[in-house]
T-cell receptor
Framework: NAGVTQTPKFRVLKTGQSMTLLCAQD?????MYWYRQDPGMGLRLIHY???????AKGEVPDGYNVSRLKKQNFLLGLESAAPSQTSVYFC???????????????FGPGTRLLVL | SQQGEEDPQALSIQEGENATMNCSYK?????LQWYRQNSGRGLVHLIL?????REKHSGRLRVTLDTSKKSSSLLITASRAADTASYFC????????????FGKGTMLLVSP
């Protein structure tokens, strides 16, 4: 199993450009999450999804949109990138009905985004 | 807002020594988890302790939870150079959807 994968690994954008980050998981997890991590900070939740076709706002949702059209994929979009969105973005997934520690989150390797 | 706050921010020890990291949080929780992050990598789950548990062990890891003080500690015994990483506590604030709130982390350096 690949676990949680993220595409791309690294991207440079100019202010105002748009892009989509793709997260895929092969663990049949119900829940998926997008976080950002800035230097000296922990992870902050951007958006999350509790199932196919559902999304919800996290702590820092402004400037981002998400979609969960398929259970295994969770997309994070930046419509008009700003320098403040320079960060490392992590996707995570969790929860299947037949596991013990359902709350454990499994993380992807991250996407480094630089907005100039 | 950061729910959990780790202490210390950085810790430097020698191989074979024990490393203790602390986490304090603000609101009631379902569970508290510890994650490890190696430089430039994603986070890896280490251990989960539920609000009705006081202590839990996993290999060289020992986690305690004191809900009256809203604090937790992570002890790594007999540290190895491979334990060098950042360690984060994360709290599940009983949202029903396992949304975690992470602290800023403790950077642990274990020197050979």
């Amino acid at each position: 199993n690949a676990g949680v994968t993220q595409t791309p690994k690294f991207r440079v954008l100019k202010t105002g450009q748009s892009m989509t980050l793709l997260c895929a998981q092969d663990m049949n997890h119900e829940y998926m999450y997008w976080y950002r991590q800035d230097p000296g900070m922990g992870l902050r939740l951007i958006h999350y999804s509790v199932g196919e076709g559902t999304t919800a706002k996290g702590e820092v949702p402004d400037g981002y949109n998400v979609s969960r059209l398929k259970k295994q994929n969770f997309l994070l979009g930046l419509e008009s990138a700003a320098p403040s969105q320079t960060s490392v973005y992590f996707c995570a997934s969790s929860y299947t009905r037949d596991t013990i520690n359902q709350e454990t989150q499994y993380f992807g390797p991250g996407t480094r985004l630089l907005v100039l | 807002s950061q729910q959990g706050e780790e202490d210390p921010q950085a810790l430097s020890i020698q191989e074979g020594e024990n490393a203790t990291m602390n986490c304090s949080y603000k609101t009631s929780i379902n569970n508290l988890q510890w994650y490890r992050q190696n430089s430039g990598r994603g986070l890896v789950h280490l251990i989960l302790i539920r609000s009705n548990e006081r202590e839990k062990h996993s290999g060289r890891l020992r986690v305690t939870l004191d809900t009256s003080k809203k604090s937790s500690s992570l002890l790594i015994t007999a540290s190895r150079a491979a334990d060098t990483a950042s360690y984060f506590c994360a709290t599940d604030p009983n949202s029903g959807y396992s949304t975690l709130t992470f602290g800023k982390g403790t950077m642990l350096l274990v020197s050979p």
